[in-house]
């Protein structure tokens, strides 16, 4: 299963204020706290209305004071498309240091190649692979060259795409809102979108005001439709997360 957990972050929605105030030497202040507390603090209406302000005209440096670090678990091949954003940086486990038995991503249906587009998938095939033979067979040879003394970096030449891999994956707001934008698309591969969508609802619950001005391109709505069971559960299980370490 694919999965996102957050490590680390730094900054709020007030920190987004503060930096772009930097500019006028002043710093604003939290207006309160919700309930009461001292947990759940908002912002003053100008404050709102400048972070607001700075998305619309894409002043995005202020957004860039707010770091996020997550641990992501997914398939090579996800991870690939991932490693594109060159804004975000990234450490990954290597088998050329790892010899533990790998996972492999096993998908709940095979998905149809669309007919008036070259990427991107549509529907769902009536078709059947047996996957765990597959995955054996590698397997098998993997841990055989191994035996046989070949050196882990070519071993791992004859497992497939589909293996798991762990990896940390740091960088600032606006560097994730961007991938978040370009991963939540259409167009954008389904597990590639479980992926985007979980670290949505971790920068939503971490920099609400911000992470609403960073991503309300109205040409970025999504559609549950899309993709509604597999990233459901993954953005519920994130939600669960965030409500038991409160």
């Given at each position: 299963?694919?999965?996102?957990?957050?490590?680390?972050?730094?900054?709020?929605?007030?920190?987004?204020?503060?930096?772009?105030?930097?500019?006028?030497?002043?710093?604003?202040?939290?207006?309160?706290?919700?309930?009461?507390?001292?947990?759940?603090?908002?912002?003053?209406?100008?404050?709102?209305?400048?972070?607001?302000?700075?998305?619309?005209?894409?002043?995005?440096?202020?957004?860039?004071?707010?770091?996020?670090?997550?641990?992501?678990?997914?398939?090579?091949?996800?991870?690939?498309?991932?490693?594109?954003?060159?804004?975000?940086?990234?450490n990954?486990?290597?088998?050329?240091?790892?010899?533990?038995?790998?996972?492999?991503?096993?998908?709940?249906?095979?998905?149809?190649?669309?007919?008036?587009?070259?990427?991107?998938?549509?529907?769902?095939?009536?078709?059947?692979?047996?996957?765990?033979?597959?995955?054996?067979?590698q397997?098998?040879?993997?841990?055989?060259?191994?035996?046989?003394?070949?050196?882990?970096?070519?071993?791992?030449?004859?497992?497939?795409?589909?293996?798991?891999?762990?990896?940390?994956?740091?960088?600032?707001?606006?560097?994730?809102?961007?991938?978040?934008?370009?991963?939540?698309?259409?167009?954008?591969?389904?597990?590639t979108?479980?992926?985007?969508?979980?670290?949505?609802?971790?920068?939503?619950?971490?920099?609400?005001?911000?992470?609403?001005?960073?991503?309300?391109?109205?040409?970025?709505?999504?559609?549950?439709?899309?993709?509604?069971?597999?990233?459901?559960?993954?953005?519920?299980?994130?939600?669960?997360?965030?409500?038991?370490?409160?």
């Amino acid at each position: 299963m694919i999965e996102v957990d957050l490590i680390d972050n730094m900054g709020t929605d007030l920190s987004v204020v503060n930096a772009a105030r930097a500019s006028f030497s002043k710093k604003s202040e939290w207006a309160g706290f919700h309930g009461g507390g001292t947990d759940d603090p908002y912002l003053k209406e100008k404050d709102s209305k400048l972070i607001r302000y700075l998305g619309e005209h894409k002043h995005y440096s202020p957004f860039g004071h707010c770091f996020l670090s997550f641990a992501i678990y997914c398939p090579i091949f996800v991870q690939a498309q991932l490693l594109k954003h060159k804004f975000l940086r990234a450490n990954s486990e290597s088998r050329r240091y790892i010899s533990t038995d790998p996972e492999f991503y096993e998908p709940t249906h095979w998905r149809g190649k669309p007919k008036d587009k070259k990427q991107g998938s549509e529907g769902e095939l009536d078709l059947y692979v047996d996957q765990q033979l597959l995955w054996y067979r590698q397997l098998q040879t993997y841990k055989m060259l191994l035996e046989e003394g070949v050196a882990p970096e070519m071993a791992r030449m004859v497992l497939p795409q589909s293996m798991m891999v762990n990896f940390v994956w740091s960088g600032s707001l606006d560097a994730f809102a961007d991938m978040y934008k370009l991963r939540t698309s259409g167009d954008a591969q389904k597990e590639t979108r479980i992926v985007a969508s979980q670290i949505g609802v971790y920068a939503s619950y971490l920099y609400p005001e911000s992470w609403s001005a960073l991503t309300k391109d109205p040409n970025i709505q999504f559609s549950a439709t899309h993709y509604m069971s597999e990233e459901s559960i993954a953005t519920r299980a994130v939600m669960e997360k965030i409500n038991n370490g409160r």
